[in-house]
């Protein structure tokens, strides 16, 4: 996928991340003729030790290691960013906004994140959707249309309900994959081609619920511990 990605950027496409948070809708990215990626890789040991020279040691440690996997340059999507839309939740959320935008030099939009639902909290958060859907076109270059947006809203919704079917085949008595399973296949989604995706998920719910179907019910061969 780096490889496809690298090739699609030589021919104009722009490459815009988010973070792994989940508060900025990717469709709009999609809808703007751009490669969606989620920088989200977990804070390893070098990691977090390489990011004592970038960031205060008292935030987490998933936050404060992003600007270091950029830094050790060990996973390419850390260098391919034509735009980085950061979802402000928090002080270790801003670190990675601010580490990116002062170390890295990207360009960062900030996504305000409230903590309420109040109508004051909507017209925020759709403040700053709008702001975002600004940063997209200026960066594409190209406006986002509402019939594609539409498209791509549909789209993803059927790949939220893929997963969501898949993760509850991990109910009941032996589950067809394992909870670390089911985090590596939400985890391809960072990076993969929404439809090749799509795809994908529906091959994976199609063999796994065969095989559940072929299992005895409420039949308990090992302790399940939460």
């Known amino acids: 996928?780096?490889?496809?990605?690298?090739?699609?950027?030589?021919e104009g496409k722009k490459v815009i991340a988010v973070t792994?948070?989940?508060?900025?809708?990717?469709?709009?990215?999609?809808?703007?003729?751009?490669?969606?990626?989620?920088?989200?890789?977990?804070?390893?040991?070098?990691?977090?030790?390489?990011?004592?020279?970038?960031?205060?040691l008292y935030l987490d440690t998933y936050s404060r290691s992003q600007i270091a996997h950029w830094s050790l340059g060990h996973d390419p999507y850390y260098k391919m960013p034509d735009l980085f839309i950061t979802a402000i939740t928090d002080a270790n959320s801003k670190v990675i906004a601010d580490s990116f935008n002062y170390y890295a030099k990207f360009n960062v939009f900030r996504l305000g994140v409230p903590h309420d639902r109040r109508d004051v909290d909507k017209r925020?958060?759709?403040?700053?959707?709008?702001?975002?859907?600004?940063?997209?076109?200026?960066?594409?270059?190209?406006?986002?249309?509402?019939?594609?947006?539409?498209?791509?809203?549909?789209?993803?919704?059927?790949?939220?309900?893929y997963l969501r079917k898949i993760s509850f085949?991990?109910?009941g008595a032996d589950p067809v994959l394992t909870s670390e399973e089911f985090s590596h296949i939400m985890h391809v989604g960072f990076y993969a081609d929404e439809y090749v995706y799509l795809d994908c998920l529906k091959e994976i719910y199609a063999e796994l619920a065969e095989k559940r179907a072929q299992l005895p019910e409420g039949v308990y061969t090992k302790p399940r511990l939460m």
């Open 1 to 10: 996928r780096p490889a496809e990605i690298r090739a699609l950027k030589k």
């Open 20 to 56: 792994a948070n989940g508060f900025m809708p990717v469709e709009m990215i999609s809808a703007a003729g751009a490669i969606p990626i989620v920088l989200g890789k977990g804070g390893d040991a070098e990691s977090v030790n390489e990011a004592i020279a970038y960031t205060p």
């Open 124 to 161: 925020y958060f759709k403040h700053g959707l709008m702001g975002a859907k600004k940063a997209i076109e200026e960066c594409t270059g190209n406006e986002i249309d509402e019939a594609v947006l539409k498209e791509k809203v549909e789209l993803h919704n059927e790949i939220r309900g």
């Open 169 to 171: 085949l991990r109910k």
